[in-house]
């Protein structure tokens, strides 16, 4: 799951000139400045860009004067991507909140909307979203298991300060009963495709 993609003017005729936009109630850098049903601001300030996410989200993000298209980063970057993506998967599927809170950043953009069973997007601090993730009737039950595997990768720098990340992702989840056996069949195993496809998230988590 993941965050996406200058243009500045002035405008002066003769001894026109245009008052300088108030950008004193914008919102700042990674604050969400757009989307359906969206009534807060819609611009961003100084340094920072609104770029639209998605139908519903759209984000301020660091400006770059840097022409359109990928950017390069060094191997050390791409390391560290890695390094970043394996300890997202320890955290999930460690229920480890210190280490989710460790890599995130001040705000976190959870977009499921091409999921039908949940069909939202969620902007919040790491902490509400590992709160509201890990709930006990959610991913949060300790008989629940997951195992979220990283396939292949690659990385694409869209500004200054930001990276693309796409994953081949295989999510494995184990359910315990209560007389400490595992159910048989497709379920025992069941994937996030089950949610993707059929928009029942019972399939994945059910009840024990």
């Keep these: 799951m993941a965050i996406q993609r ?5 405008l002066s005729l003769g001894v026109l000139a245009l ?9 700042n850098l990674w604050g969400q400045c757009g989307g ?8 961003c300030t100084a340094g920072s860009t609104c770029k639209v996410q998605n139908r519903w989200y759209s984000q301020c993000l ?10 390069e980063y060094s191997l050390a970057d791409e390391r ?3 390094e970043l993506s394996y300890k997202w998967s320890i955290a999930w599927d460690r229920k480890d909140k210190s280490t989710w809170l460790a890599i995130t950043a001040p705000q976190v953009v959870a977009d499921y909307a091409d ?4 069909g939202t997007v969620t902007i919040a601090s790491p902490d509400d979203i590992f709160t509201h993730s890990f709930t006990v009737t959610g991913l949060g ?17 869209t500004n200054a300060t930001e990276v693309k990340g796409d994953w081949q992702v295989r999510a494995r989840h184990v359910r315990t009963l209560s007389n400490s056996t595992q159910p048989s ?15 029942r998230p019972e399939d994945i988590i059910g009840s024990f």
Excluded: I, N
């Design 141 to 157: 039950d300790k008989r629940l298991g997951t195992q979220h595997f990283l396939g292949a990768s690659f990385f694409t720098r």
């Design 115 to 118: 999921y039908p069973a949940v």
């Design 185 to 199: 069949g497709t379920l025992a195993l069941s994937s996030s495709f089950f949610v993707a496809t059929t928009g």
């Design 62 to 71: 660091a400006t770059t004067a840097t022409s359109d298209g990928p950017l």
């Design 19 to 27: 008052p300088a936009k108030d950008t004193s109630t914008c919102a």
């Design 80 to 82: 560290s991507f890695h």
């Design 6 to 10: 200058f243009l500045m003017g002035l």
């Design 36 to 43: 359906e049903t969206w009534t807060g601001p819609y611009c």
